[in-house]
Every structure is written in C-alpha cells, then in structure tokens.
C-alpha cells in the first residue's frame, strides 16, 4: 500500500505531519491523507506499517456516521471514487486515495486537545502516582493504575507541534478559549465520549480515554474534526482482561512498543532518532493489532475494494 504521497497529489500542501498529510482543495475543502508512517516514543519509525493509514482514516469516518445527529463534524467524503468526483483533478491518482483519503470541510481549529479519561491511565496516571494530581488538580486518595472515574475527567491538553501534549486545568482551558467555548467543548466532548464508550462496550471494547479535535467552520458552526476513536488517538483495552491495578493489553501499536523498550534496556537504542530497524514479525503483529482493532469496533473487516 501506498505510504508516502507528498509531492505526488496536484494540490497545495500545508503540512506533514508524523503520520498525515493535509492538502488545500479550496479555501472551504481540505484533503487529509494518512500515511502507513508509524511513531513511537516520539520518533517516526523508517518502515511503514501495513493498513495503519487506511484503518485510521475508515475508522473516523466510521464513527463519525454514528454520531450523526449528535454533533457536526468536517467530514464530506472519505471514499477515492467520491473523493474525485468532488475533487476532479485527483483521478490520476485514486491509488494513493484509496482507504486513506478524506475530503472535509475546513474550520479553523481550537488550540486546544479535548481528552476525555474514563479510566486512571497514562499520562495521568504517572502525574497522580508522583503527586496525587491531574493537571495540577487533586484526585482522590487510593486510585490504582486503570481505575475507572466515575463520570469520566474532561482533561483538556495543549497541542504540541513537537512531543507530548501538556495536561492543563480547566481554568487554563477557560482562559485560552473563552469560558463558552471551553464549556461547549467539553460537553461536546462527554456526548461524542459516552455514546462512543457504549457502541465500543457492546462490542467488549473499554474506551479508557480519547482525544478530540473541534474547529469552527466559517458560518461559525463548532465541527468536530480531524481523528475520531481510532488506537492513536485512545486507548482501548479488551473488557474481559480489565483488572485494575496496573497495565492493560490494549489495541494499539503496544508490540512496536515493546520491541523498542527491550532495545532501550538492551542498550541498542538510546530511544533517539534514528531508530532501529523493524523485525518483520514486529511490523505484522502492529499491523494486525489495527486491523483487530477496526473489526471488533466497526463488526466488518476491513474492505479497501469498497473505497
């Protein structure tokens, strides 16, 4: 499959980012186009990982036909025939469009990540076990690692050109955003949450926690955009292995993960680019863990021959 595009579609690019390309159509329409790329760490790796940008992209759209109703999003097509009858131009090259490909509305997008934790994980796991805090803000006393919060934590996060977002308190949010934005966000975000938390928990699936996106588009409409519940932007872990009280198995990248912490310890890597090179059996089972990851959420495999 194909998994680097840039400088082969006949549109603008305005940016690359570790995993995606976004195009310019026109001053409304964006084409945004996911690679096979895949990061760890921080760090890019040099192989592509087989489907990875096909199940991101089909597993947005996915979910964004679910939450139709609930709230807008940018989205207006995401499969290559639909995709160039839009966009003619881009008939030459429906093979790099393939599964990977969406055509959406352009908004300009709030500086701000929307992460919604249902669970004790992460990022926020490892500033509560240091200090007992979440952005700064006091838990409760007692939680273990993976305990479930109940109603979930709107943690909001600023958006990092380069490593790892930075948690923040509401009130920063508050203050960056506008109190009514921010509100709206949030509860925009605990809607598109719950109900993606209960189609996911019908199909055994755990939404430990998840990052949004939102942009206002130019008629002033609040869009929910970009990536949607897919493994790289939450943590799904498989509800009948969840025990609290330490790491879960989840569906995401966790074997390339793992190759690379055994070449840290090994001190094969000093966890810098570059970084070492993919055993093939690492490449097949991340490949496979997105390709399980779609199935058990969207109920079918997926099906490139229909996009």
């Known amino acids: 499959m194909t998994t680097a595009i840039v400088d082969r579609l006949p549109l603008p690019l305005l940016r690359s980012g570790k995993v995606r390309e976004v195009y310019e159509v026109d001053a409304d329409r964006l084409l945004l186009v996911a690679s096979d790329r895949v990061s760890a760490f921080d760090v890019v790796?040099?192989?592509?990982?087989?489907?990875?940008?096909?199940?991101?992209?089909?597993?947005?759209?996915?979910?964004?036909?679910?939450?139709?109703?609930?709230?807008?999003n940018h989205l207006l097509a995401s499969s290559a025939a639909e995709i160039i009858a839009a966009v003619p131009a881009l008939a030459p090259h429906h093979?790099?469009?393939v599964g990977r490909a969406m055509l959406c509305r352009r908004t300009e997008v709030f500086p701000v990540e929307c992460v919604v934790r249902g669970y004790l994980s992460g990022s926020a796991?490892?500033?509560?076990?240091?200090?007992?805090?979440?952005?700064g803000e006091p838990l409760p006393a007692g939680?273990?690692?993976?305990?479930r919060f109940d109603p979930p934590r709107f943690s909001p996060a600023t958006k990092a050109e380069t490593g790892h977002d930075e948690n923040i308190p509401m009130s920063e949010a508050r203050r960056v955003l506008g109190a009514d934005v921010a509100d709206g966000l949030e509860q925009l975000s605990?809607?598109?949450?719950?109900?993606?938390?209960?189609?996911a928990a019908?199909?055994?699936?755990i939404i430990a926690d998840t990052k949004f996106e939102f942009g206002r588009d130019r008629d002033g409409a609040i869009r929910l955009i970009d990536e949607v519940l897919t493994p790289d932007s939450s943590r799904f872990w498989p509800a009948?292995?969840?025990?609290?009280?330490?790491?879960?198995?989840?569906?995401?990248?966790?074997?390339?993960?793992?190759?690379l912490d055994a070449e840290r310890r090994a001190g094969r890597w000093n966890g810098d680019a570059p970084p070492p090179a993919l055993p093939d059996a690492v490449?097949?089972?991340?490949?496979a863990r997105y390709l399980d990851a779609f199935q058990r959420i969207t109920g079918a495999p997926l099906a490139l021959s229909d996009l």
């Open 143 to 147: 939680l273990r690692e993976s305990d």
């Open 95 to 97: 093979d790099a469009l």
């Open 202 to 205: 019908a199909r055994g699936i």
């Open 283 to 287: 490449i097949a089972a991340t490949s």
């Open 125 to 135: 796991w490892k500033e509560y076990a240091a200090s007992g805090t979440l952005a």
């Open 240 to 259: 009948d292995r969840y025990a609290p009280g330490g790491v879960q198995p989840s569906f995401d990248k966790q074997p390339l993960r793992d190759y």
């Open 45 to 72: 790796m040099r192989e592509p990982v087989p489907h990875k940008g096909a199940v991101l992209t089909q597993m947005t759209a996915w979910w964004l036909r679910q939450f139709e109703g609930l709230v807008p």
């Open 190 to 199: 605990r809607l598109v949450y719950a109900r993606g938390r209960d189609i």
